[in-house]
């Protein structure tokens, strides 16, 4: 029975231990809404401490594109 306590007695301090030294996550939150007439919007929250050099574009539904890598690049709509 002593030995099943100090068992378990190291197993929690073990699980503690690792609990407090794990690294604090930096993580984003993304939601998507299913509206109607099948209108689908997206956003995402930027969590980030640090400031995040990138450029978000917007498009019109319906807008030609094309990935401009040469004649047999893709084109999409």
């Known amino acids: 029975m002593k030995a099943n306590r100090s068992l378990w007695r190291s197993l929690t301090l073990a699980a503690a231990l690792s ?3 794990a690294p604090i996550a930096d993580a ?5 809404y299913h509206g109607p007439e099948d209108r689908i ?4 929250s930027m969590d980030w401490s640090l400031p995040m050099l990138s450029n978000l574009w917007v498009f019109p539904r319906g ?3 094309n990935g401009e890598a040469g004649e047999n690049s893709l084109i999409w709509t």
Not at 41 to 44: P, S
């Open 41 to 44: 919007l997206t956003a995402r």
């Open 19 to 21: 609990v407090a030294a």
């Open 63 to 65: 807008m030609e594109r």
């Open 28 to 32: 984003c939150t993304r939601v998507v």
